[in-house]
């Protein structure tokens, strides 16, 4: 595990950049070192008045755009990409809990005012407010059409609704608590909820009933994620659609993390961590698991085995988002939202910090191949461009 900085920098520093007499922080933290505090400044150089930007000794500027600013942390070599939203949407009037964006860039959100929502990310203009859970909602998801959403929530029924007209044709009860994640399998004829309660239940869509428990037993479920296998069954029940080759991840509150075979309803492996499973995703047959101590850990999906942890802060991890090119962001209390990759012999030296959160916590993401969005919890939902984030990789 090499031990890498945590660099951030003010919030605004994209407004303060364009301004000739501009000032802002930077800051570093090792973990369990005191942070070091710099500046930047700017300054208009004469000819041609362009604004120059200078920092401390610490750190070497590379280069700056509009939405990017990219320096050296000198005493660690680490290469930092500060990276500014292109538009901050305020449709909620409380902390957001989740988000998800379709291919239209329409997105779906709910908030802790019990509101769960249609919008235009281009517009900003809702469309639809979603009603029928009695409580917040913790998850909502598109299916792939787009045009359907899958919540869940504090009530412990998971709903489908039409993003078209706001109708919920569907809804999933049979948990005994609240529900605090879902996964769509493949079209959506199936989906799989995760509960307080300790269950993983498999549903059947089309006929609002439960097929069975994948999971149970093991006290209180935070998240969960699909993975695919080359592992697969044929399935006899013809309600049960795509499950054959699907793995489920489970993380718990306990810190351990199950994955169980969808269609074998049978557990392959748990891993026991440190701390609480808050939330995981699956990207190139490997898990990715962010814990409550601030730990990221990187698991082989086929046995369970510890590939590598990130442990560059002990802020809780809230949030993690799979995006393209083996890039994974991670969502933290503190605000900070990271970009990082699993090729780490290529990308270690390399961190790009999705900005604007004052430290208020990034309690959901998500992406649509182009754009990718962060759910605050200072009631704004932060838009970025992917082009933005992608191109220091490569």
Known sequence: MDLMPVVTIQCDWNDVIRLPKGEAWISSKILNQNSVHDKLSTSVNNPDRKIKISFSDNYQY??????????????????????????????????VLSVAVAENSNVVSACEGDKLLVWDSRTSEVFLDLKGHGGPVY??????????????????SSRIWSAESGINPVTLKGHKMAVTDISIIEKGRNVISVSKDGSAKLWDVGESS??????????????????????????????????????????????????????????????????????????????I????????????????????????????VLSLLTLSNQLFVVGRQDGTCTVLSIQRELHNGIRVQLTGSDYDGIRDLAFNGKWILAACRDCTIRKYDFNQVSVHFK
Do not use: M
């Open 62 to 95: 590379i280069s700056h755009s509009n939405l990017s600013l990219v320096v050296k942390h000198i005493p660690s070599g680490l290469r930092v990409a500060f990276v500014a939203p292109t538009k901050g949407h305020k449709v909620h009037d409380k902390a």
């Open 139 to 156: 998850k909502c998801k598109f299916f792939s059409s787009g045009i359907v959403v899958l919540s869940a929530g504090a009530d412990g």
């Open 210 to 287: 439960c097929l069975d428990d994948i999971i149970e037993g093991h006290g209180q479920i935070n998240c969960c994620y699909l993975g695919t296998t080359a592992d697969e069954v044929a399935v006899e029940n013809e309600r049960e659609v795509g499950t054959g080759n699907k793995l489920l991840v489970a993380g718990c509150e306990s810190g351990l993390v199950v994955c169980a075979h969808v269609a074998k309803r049978e557990e392959l492996y748990c891993k026991q961590l440190e701390s609480a499973c808050n939330t995981c995703i699956v990207i190139d047959k490997s898990i």
């Open 289 to 316: 698991i962010g814990c409550s101590n601030g730990k990221i850990i990187h698991l082989n999906l086929k046995d369970g085995a510890l590939i590598y942890e990130w442990y560059e802060s002990a802020n809780p």
